[in-house]
């Protein structure tokens, strides 16, 4: 009985949907994904957090009427925009040196030797933590690394134990620099890599440390990391560094990451794009579907009733307006009501043009299109709708030469 007498229509029109606003809450959700990447991964975590809590404020303004908090809000919002800029510049430039430098998608299948070079790295790092052998071993990911390493010396080697250990041997004259494996095979020793800007993560560790977490900060690669002083292995990866506690552990995330690189089927280059991160897409996501749902979706029409300014433009030469004209109208705008939680009123205003009337009586007939308003919502009424006033010919006094002026009426009143 119930399911009988439920008003479906109603829960139908509640919860539909179009195409316009399903790409609004995409691109909100690609928009949310950035900031939350960025709260993800960046030094500099503060500046972020403060803007993100002061829109936070700025909606909360809106939803409850502090006017003189929205308006100071609004007013510095640029200059919150150029302080945003400037506080993650490095990021952004970050950003743009990964996307130019990224490397084009392989097609080709995951080398048979994974397995056997997944050892040969796990052997390698457990005999160097044993015996208090420093080492740095940079995996290459999808991304170039020529904009961020410097040095080194080209090689074309297999992945093999005993060639890395005489490469990070003490005595050797490149142990202290950095090996790169791309593709399965060792393409560079005795690198030098940034060291990174995140003191606080880096400061009680040494400093292969310091340029393993450097060149995770900058690209997608992995580094293998081995420390000369407390004989521990860790990995350097999206920013972050992990500790790792065993061979099993070791040997699970290398396998993990080259999978990632380099999965053994073939997946469309789309479908990479949409699945990594895929956690943090979907929270992304989710976030902009609900406040699409709170803040943007369209409930029951309504009206609302504003005095906007009237502005008379393009007067003709040698015409002016006798006496005073109306300054002002009521305009009665109809739409939803989260159009109307987006308008600043003093952005409405009527255009009244002049360009084609003579001297004499004139009768303007008011239309939605004289009318500056926003697109979402339509005009109901204007009054008046007619604009009775003069225009005469311009007496310039002796000696007065005679201006031709085209602003509005207040501006020329004062």
Same mark, same amino acid.
């Given at each position: 009985?119930?399911?009988?007498?439920?008003?479906?229509?109603?829960?139908?029109?509640?919860?539909?949907?179009?195409?316009?606003?399903?790409?609004?809450?995409?691109?909100?959700?690609?928009?949310?994904?950035?900031?939350?990447?960025?709260?993800?991964?960046?030094?500099?975590?503060?500046?972020?957090?403060?803007?993100?809590?002061?829109?936070?404020?700025?909606?909360?303004?809106?939803?409850?009427?502090?006017?003189?908090?929205?308006?100071?809000?609004?007013?510095?919002?640029?200059?919150?925009?150029?302080?945003?800029?400037?506080?993650?510049?490095?990021?952004?430039?970050?950003?743009?040196?990964?996307? /130019?430098?990224? @490397?084009? *998608?392989?097609?080709?299948?995951? #080398?048979?030797? %994974?397995?056997?070079? $997944?050892?040969?790295?796990? &052997?390698?790092?457990?005999?160097?933590?044993?015996?208090?052998?420093?080492?740095?071993?940079?995996?290459?990911?999808?991304?170039?690394?020529?904009?961020?390493?410097?040095?080194?010396?080209?090689?074309?080697?297999?992945?093999?134990?005993?060639?890395?250990?005489?490469?990070?041997?003490?005595?050797?004259?490149?142990?202290?620099?950095?090996?790169?494996?791309?593709?399965?095979?060792?393409?560079?020793?005795?690198?030098?890599?940034?060291?990174?800007?995140?003191?606080?993560?880096?400061?009680? /560790?040494?400093? @292969?440390? *310091?340029?393993?977490?450097?060149? #995770?900060?900058? %690209?997608?690669?992995? $580094?293998?990391?081995?420390? &000369?002083?407390?004989?521990?292995?860790?990995?350097?990866?999206?920013?972050?560094?992990?500790?790792?506690?065993?061979?099993?552990?070791?040997?699970?995330?290398?396998?993990?990451?080259?999978?990632?690189?380099?999965?053994?089927?073939?997946?469309?280059?789309?479908?990479?794009?949409?699945?990594?991160?895929?956690?943090?897409?979907?929270?992304?996501?989710?976030?902009?579907?609900?406040?699409?749902?709170?803040?943007?979706?369209?409930?029951?029409?309504?009206?609302?009733?504003?005095?906007?300014?009237?502005?008379? @433009?393009?007067?003709?030469?040698?015409?002016?307006?006798?006496?005073?004209?109306?300054?002002?109208?009521?305009?009665?705008?109809?739409?939803?009501?989260?159009?109307?939680?987006?308008?600043?009123?003093?952005?409405?205003?009527?255009?009244?043009?002049?360009?084609?009337?003579?001297?004499?009586?004139?009768?303007?007939?008011?239309?939605?299109?004289?009318?500056?308003?926003?697109?979402?919502?339509?005009?109901?009424?204007?009054?008046?709708?007619?604009?009775?006033?003069?225009?005469?010919?311009?007496?310039?006094?002796?000696?007065?030469?005679?201006?031709?002026?085209?602003?509005?009426?207040?501006?020329?009143?004062?």
């Amino acid at each position: 009985m119930l399911l009988t007498s439920f008003d479906w229509p109603t829960l139908r029109s509640a919860v539909s949907i179009d195409v316009t606003e399903i790409v609004d809450i995409v691109v909100a959700s690609v928009l949310i994904y950035g900031v939350l990447r960025l709260l993800r991964t960046t030094v500099n975590r503060m500046p972020l957090v403060v803007a993100v809590v002061m829109v936070g404020i700025y909606f909360t303004a809106r939803a409850f009427g502090l006017f003189l908090t929205e308006m100071l809000l609004r007013t510095a919002s640029l200059a919150l925009f150029v302080l945003f800029a400037i506080a993650f510049q490095e990021d952004i430039r970050r950003a743009v040196l990964r996307w /130019r430098h990224r @490397r084009p *998608s392989r097609t080709s299948v995951r #080398s048979d030797r %994974t397995t056997e070079d $997944v050892d040969a790295l796990v &052997e390698l790092a457990l005999q160097s933590a044993e015996k208090r052998i420093g080492m740095l071993v940079v995996l290459q990911g999808r991304e170039k690394l020529d904009h961020c390493v410097n040095g080194g010396i080209e090689l074309l080697a297999p992945i093999k134990a005993i060639l890395m250990q005489s490469i990070f041997d003490p005595h050797s004259p490149g142990h202290d620099g950095a090996i790169v494996i791309r593709d399965g095979r060792i393409v560079r020793m005795c690198v030098q890599l940034p060291l990174s800007e995140n003191l606080d993560e880096a400061k009680l /560790r040494g400093t @292969r440390h *310091s340029a393993g977490l450097g060149l #995770s900060e900058l %690209t997608d690669a992995m $580094v293998l990391i081995v420390s &000369e002083e407390r004989g521990e292995v860790s990995i350097a990866r999206d920013g972050g560094l992990i500790e790792i506690a065993s061979a099993a552990e070791l040997k699970q995330r290398l396998e993990g990451f080259l999978a990632e690189m380099c999965p053994a089927t073939h997946r469309p280059r789309l479908a990479k794009l949409l699945f990594r991160h895929s956690g943090l897409k979907l929270a992304s996501l989710a976030i902009a579907a609900l406040g699409w749902f709170v803040f943007a979706r369209q409930g029951e029409t309504i009206e609302q009733t504003f005095v906007v300014p009237i502005e008379y @433009r393009n007067i003709p030469t040698n015409l002016c307006l006798d006496d005073r004209p109306p300054a002002e109208a009521r305009v009665t705008l109809s739409g939803p009501e989260p159009a109307f939680a987006l308008l600043s009123p003093s952005s409405l205003k009527i255009r009244v043009e002049l360009g084609g009337y003579g001297a004499g009586v004139v009768n303007a007939h008011l239309t939605e299109a004289d009318c500056v308003h926003p697109p979402d919502l339509s005009v109901y009424r204007i009054e008046p709708r007619v604009l009775h006033f003069r225009l005469i010919p311009c007496r310039p006094r002796p000696g007065e030469k005679v201006a031709v002026s085209a602003l509005p009426l207040e501006s020329r009143a004062n």
